[in-house]
């Protein structure tokens, strides 16, 4: 089996079949299941709107679904990930 270490190793799938052909040679790294699971505390959160287009919205919510993950929390970790590489490029 392959390991998975980023999310963005996974790629769009044109149907059920191609899905299930690829996880049946790789996995999700355990570090990188950890890691999507953030416990927040409510105290330390704020509630923001954000307005999306409904195809883009169901497009976020279907890969979350694949991912057996809370899209809001699957766009949160999405949104760290890409806030540590642009502190990096600083």
Known sequence: MKPINSW???PEFA???????FWE???LDGRLMAASILEADSRDST????????RMLSRIKRIAR????????????WLAERLEEEM???
Do not use: C, G, V, W
């Open 47 to 54: 509630t923001i709107t954000l307005r999306f287009d409904p």
């Open 25 to 27: 040679n790789h996995e």
């Open 15 to 21: 149907d059920e079949a191609a899905e299930a052909r």
């Open 66 to 77: 694949s991912r057996f993950l809370n899209y809001q929390s699957m766009m949160k970790q």
């Open 88 to 90: 990096r490029k600083q």
């Open 8 to 10: 963005s190793e996974i």
